[in-house]
C-alpha cells in the first residue's frame, strides 16, 4: 500500500523560509512524476509545483521563482523548498503523483504565513 507523509509545516513571518518534505513508503518515488498541492481554506486543492519529467518540473504562477521541487531518490521523499514566503501561501500541503494521485490524500503538513 502506498502512503505518503508530509512534515514541515510551520508558523513562520512574511519574506520568510520552509522546506517541506514528503516521505514516500510502498512504492518508490522513481516510478512516479511526483508533485506537491495545497489547499487553503475555503478553496479547491490547487497544483503548486510537480516534476513532469526525470528533470524537467513546473510551478504555478503565483510561486515561480520562490518555491522549488526536488526529490531524493535515495532517502525516497520528496522535498519542496519554499522562500519568500507571502501569507497567500498560507494552506495545507499535499504531495502526490502527477498529473494524477497514485494514494490517497495523507493529512498533508498545514504552513501558515503570518506576522
Not at 512516479?32 to 513546473?58: C, D, H, N
Request: proline residues 4%; contains cysteine; aromatic residues 10%.
Amino acid at each position: 500500500q502506498v502512503q505518503l507523509v508530509e512534515s514541515g509545516g510551520d508558523l513562520v513571518q512574511p519574506g520568510g523560509s520552509l522546506r517541506l518534505s514528503c516521505a514516500a513508503s510502498g512504492v518508490h518515488i522513481s516510478i512516479y512524476l511526483m508533485g506537491w498541492y495545497r489547499q487553503a481554506p475555503g478553496k479547491q486543492r490547487e497544483l503548486v509545483a510537480a516534476f513532469t519529467s526525470r528533470s524537467t518540473t513546473i510551478y504555478a504562477d503565483s510561486v515561480k521563482g520562490r518555491f522549488t521541487i526536488s526529490r531524493d531518490n535515495a532517502k525516497n521523499t520528496v522535498y519542496l523548498q519554499m522562500n519568500s514566503l507571502k501569507p497567500e501561501d498560507t494552506a495545507v500541503y499535499y504531495c502526490n503523483g502527477y498529473p494524477s494521485p497514485r494514494a490517497s490524500w495523507g493529512q498533508g503538513t498545514q504552513v501558515t504565513v503570518s506576522s
